[in-house]
């Protein structure tokens, strides 16, 4: 059974983009879930047990549903089918921003999250965005 749950949960860091073994996805699950990069690397290396803690964290924290990492059955990731459908059409930086910011949070959280982002977004003085000028760290460019 662990296997099998350690297996589903590979392929669902695969489909959240997580790097390869050995090319910092320890790390990343690390950071993302709270864990020490020792703790992760227990989990996901098969020596730490996968427990009750752990799977309510990755569904809270990732958005990978419990039932599917235990069963195999319905969908990987919560509300996939709403989160399709409302965020379809996004360009790739706005869905990196949903999937740190929102996934694994009800509803509820999610709309204050977006509304305080509309919000912020909407109080942007383009003008000074758009004029803009990097300077070098020896001050203003001549």
Known sequence: MHELILCRLNKALDSLNFPPKNRGRNSRFAAETGYSTSHASGILGGKTEITEETLERLEYKL????????????????????????????PPELNEIYVRCLRGRSRDEQAKIMEKFVRAVAEIDLEKVLSFQPQSENGPEK
């Open 63 to 90: 958005g990978i549903r419990r039932r599917w990492l235990e069963t195999g059955e319905g969908e990987m990731f919560l509300d996939a089918k709403k989160e399709a459908e409302a965020f379809e059409g996004l």
